[in-house]
């Protein structure tokens, strides 16, 4: 099962303050239209046959749809009611369950992983954090973007350690972050041995039920065939073709679960409201890993963590075969946004979590709107070299020399007028307000960037090539 860990870029440009999600959350009735135009427009470009699309505003859900087709032939349309494979979302669920253990008193994150599981390579280095951060040093049992044949094939987690387990390590733990499935095979190992119970039978009767989260089902053991979609493949720019799926055991708490979208937002408003798991477990789960260096691993347990433009966000996708998934979590502003498509190695889930994600975050109050056609008006002006410099601070009118506006002139007069200008986000840094807006003008996208002082007069505009 592999991963997409590609979240805090995929975001760089749809964060905002806090303030602004307040704001963006006020307006819930444009959510419904917002998202279906989304999905409709990435889906067609993308052409991943189905989306199913979970959002939650104010941490409850407040809107659930599918769109495209479940199944080609017969053709059987998405619908919000079915279940689509999780692949690596699943991995926060087991770090859950090993979190609880911990609760309960039967075990610790720094246990060694040889005090439950003997016989795997430096398992008195290992701790059980190691595996759930992602920094023990184990090697990834799959790593390809395809299905090998021995994974067509059943496997037990026993096998999988065996291979990769028992191998030397990439790195000696705590010392390197590197995605490892095999990781999280022996944590669910280890939940099954501590527990007394099969793996899966823990995380239903601990996590799911207590959530009366009840579409999941556990489709490592029971396959393809427990849940409605076909999961779909391409071969370049080939046709859309049936997965090939793996066998039995491969996904073995690394991507076990299917389960709707709005079933994922359960868990999703759980975290947003600390309601599940007690406050030190949730601080262990969603805190970034330090590696030995001191440096950041960008990566909690099962989860990856960061900051995008003042918005901590809590996030994962997934891939398994057929299927692509993103979940992202804001805790702090109560939104999530839950994406589950139909199609492995292809970028819908992603690009529908990104641009929904982008539009909860933008403003659209009044004054937003009239600094947004002051910053248009000003970047027309310097289509022709021209400001008007009452708008600006001292410092912003020395910056716009004769110089500087030469340069703005001939490099943006030839882009004719913007087509799109939008607010995108703003903070507050240094007394000011910055404000970030997207400017697609001349076939060519944009940043612009301005500081705002109280009085409304502007410290700064810039603009550079969007990333």
């Not at 701790?127 to 090998?148: E, K």
């Not at 001939?410 to 995108?424: D, E, H, K, W, Y």
């Not at 705002?452 to 007069?457: I, N």
Request: aromatic share 8%; charged share 15%.
């Amino acid at each position: 099962m592999r991963t997409v860990a590609i979240v805090t870029a995929l975001l760089a440009v749809a964060g905002a303050s806090r303030p602004i999600a307040a704001r963006a959350q006020s307006s819930d009735a444009r959510i419904p239209a917002a998202v279906d135009s989304i999905a409709h427009r990435v889906l067609a470009s993308t052409g991943v046959p189905s989306a199913s699309v979970a959002v939650v505003t104010h941490g409850r859900l407040r809107y659930a749809q599918a769109y495209g087709d479940a199944r080609l032939s017969p053709r059987v349309a998405a619908a919000p009611s079915m279940r689509y494979a999780l692949g690596s979302i699943s991995k926060q669920f087991a770090a859950a369950a090993v979190l609880l253990l911990q609760q309960d008193g039967k075990l610790s994150l720094g246990d060694p992983v040889s005090r439950y599981i003997p016989g795997l390579t430096d398992g008195d280095k290992v701790t059980i954090r190691n595996l759930l951060s992602h920094t023990s040093g184990y090697q990834d049992f799959w790593p390809q973007d395809y299905v090998p044949p021995a994974m067509e094939r059943p496997v037990t987690p026993q096998r999988i350690l065996d291979h990769w387990a028992k191998q030397p390590l990439d790195f000696q733990p705590g010392t390197r972050w590197q995605y490892s499935n095999t990781n999280f095979v022996i944590a669910a190992l280890i939940v099954q041995k501590v527990s007394g119970v099969p793996f899966y039978q823990f995380v239903h009767d601990r996590i799911l039920a207590p959530l009366h989260i009840a579409s999941a089902v556990d489709f490592d053991s029971r396959g393809p065939t427990s849940i409605e979609p076909i999961g779909y493949m391409r071969y370049g720019l080939g046709p859309l073709r049936q997965a090939i799926p793996t066998g039995a055991g491969w996904m073995f708490g690394a991507g076990e679960l299917a389960m709707t979208a709005s079933d994922v937002a359960r868990w999703d408003i759980a975290m947003i409201d600390q309601s599940f798991l007690q406050p030190a477990s949730y601080r262990a789960l969603e805190q970034t890993v330090l590696l030995a260096n001191g440096a950041s691993s960008g990566y909690g347990l099962g989860v990856d963590v960061g900051m995008v433009n003042g918005h901590r966000d809590i996030a994962h996708s997934g891939e398994v075969a057929g299927f692509t998934a993103q979940n992202i979590v804001f805790p702090d502003d109560s939104v999530a946004v839950v994406v589950l498509t139909n199609q492995d190695a292809a970028p819908a889930a992603g690009a529908i979590a990104q641009q929904v994600s982008q539009r909860l975050f933008t403003t659209e109050d009044a004054q937003t709107a009239a600094r947004t056609a002051v910053a248009r008006r000003i970047f027309t002006g310097l289509q022709r070299g021209a400001i008007d410099r009452s708008l600006f601070t001292a410092d912003a009118n020395a910056y716009f020399s004769a110089q500087a506006l030469g340069d703005f002139k001939s490099s943006l007069g030839a882009l004719g007028a913007p087509t799109t200008f939008t607010q995108i986000s703003q903070q507050y840094r240094g007394g000011m307000l910055e404000r970030v807006y997207r400017v697609v003008a001349g076939g060519k996208t944009l940043r612009v960037w301005t500081y705002e002082l109280p009085s409304g007069k502007l410290e700064q505009y810039q603009l550079a090539p969007a990333t």
